[in-house]
């Protein structure tokens, strides 16, 4: 049996106010060819299909368009639900698909799999939704669940008894941060720290193969319990992550191989970093020019419009950071003692400046410029 492990598509997110939709239809369409030219069986998705509880009505054509190319091109496809899904909405939209493609989200059908054969007999998969212990630990009464570790060490004990009975190979498929995983900072860690605490590896030791989700890069953590990451790059911090799906081969006697299968990147992401100057006319940047861009500029002081004069080099520039270098060191006074310090308000703006431009106070010309605004002032008050 031949299976394509994908998760994570986050239908609906959008990339620093830009919508993703036309991106992810382009690349699943190529995971759609992909499953046709190696004579997928079957498709697992596992969990965050959307990248929120409430999408957009066309986030669901997406979706619906995608399953339905899948099934054509000859694949069953089973589905889970991820921690950014509503589980009910998700599972709702299963009853009204065609037969061959399983919506998994009820945890109470855990243990009864999606069983498909092939030459060499059955295959079970296990579909594990994304379970909040606070949310269902009511359905195992008895039994202590206040984390991820204990709720998916229950629902494994669930697995394996089930498939004791059963006989044959089994696929589980559980979208959560598992032990071991490197993470994208800023995407799954903050997920993680709003609830998906770290679930041991040895947690998913029994099925040949274990198709996780959550995280976005592809992660391998032994030879049948990995990630296979997000299909596009949705933060600059995965830009240097390959996108894809893992390809998984079953044989009589369980796992026979994986290889992974790449998949386009619409539009690349990058980081640049140098001067405003080095950034708007330095040609080591010009292969660039249509990545998408996140500009960071090291010019001690903030520039004037930066987002917009970027704009006019990398049409895509998303972001501007300002992260100087060499800044002045501070005088080891704390701003409001630098306030407190200052004898006149020429001084006082000095102490402002040197806040805001990371220890920079004000230049020769500005002292001069600052004293005559103040001259002129005390002067109009004076003869007021």
């Known amino acids: 049996m031949r299976i394509l492990h994908t998760s994570d598509w986050h239908i609906g997110r959008s990339f620093h106010g830009h919508s993703t939709l036309d991106a992810l239809r382009g690349v699943l369409d190529v995971l759609v060819a992909q499953v046709s030219e190696h004579g997928v069986d079957v498709v697992v998705l596992a969990g965050d299909v959307f990248d929120s509880a409430a999408p957009a009505a066309a986030c669901y054509s997406l979706l619906s368009d995608t399953l339905v190319q899948l099934s054509d091109a000859g694949a069953r496809v089973i589905v889970t639900s991820g921690n950014h899904d509503s589980a009910a909405r998700l599972g709702f939209q299963s009853a009204l698909l065609r037969s061959g493609i399983s919506v998994l989200t009820d945890p109470a059908a855990i243990g009864t799999p999606v069983t498909i054969d092939d030459a060499d007999g059955p295959v079970h998969f296990y579909g594990i939704p994304y379970l909040e212990p606070a949310i269902v630990r009511h359905r195992w009464e008895g039994v202590e669940l206040r984390n ?32 071991g995983v490197e993470a994208t900072p800023g995407v799954e860690r903050e997920i993680r720290q709003g609830g998906l605490d770290v679930v041991p590896l040895s947690v998913f030791d029994g099925p040949d193969y274990v198709a996780l989700g959550h995280i976005h890069g592809r992660q391998t953590l032994s030879d049948r319990v990995r990630y296979a990451g997000a299909p596009l790059h949705y933060s600059f911090g995965e830009g240097d992550k390959p996108r894809g799906s893992w390809l998984v081969d079953l044989d009589a006697a369980g796992l026979a191989s994986v290889v992974w299968l790449g998949l386009p990147v619409p539009r690349p992401l990058v980081t640049l970093r140098g001067t405003l100057d080095e950034l708007l006319g330095d040609p080591r940047f010009a292969e660039h020019e249509q990545s998408w861009v996140c500009a960071q500029y090291t010019d001690r002081t903030p520039q004037l419009d930066p987002m917009r004069r970027l704009q006019q080099r990398f049409t895509h520039c998303a972001t501007v950071v300002h992260a100087p270098i060499g800044a002045v060191a501070d005088d080891a006074r704390d701003y409001a003692g630098r306030v407190r310090a200052a004898r006149d308000d020429v001084e006082l703006v000095d102490a402002f400046l040197a806040h805001v431009r990371a220890g920079e106070g004000a230049s020769a010309d500005e002292v001069a410029l600052m004293r005559e605004v103040v001259d002129a002032r005390t002067l109009t008050e004076a003869t007021a």
């Open 148 to 179: 991820q570790a204990q709720t998916l060490g229950h629902v494994m004990g669930i697995v394996r008894d089930d498939h004791a009975e059963r006989g044959g190979r089994s696929v589980v498929i559980s979208h959560c941060f598992t032990a």
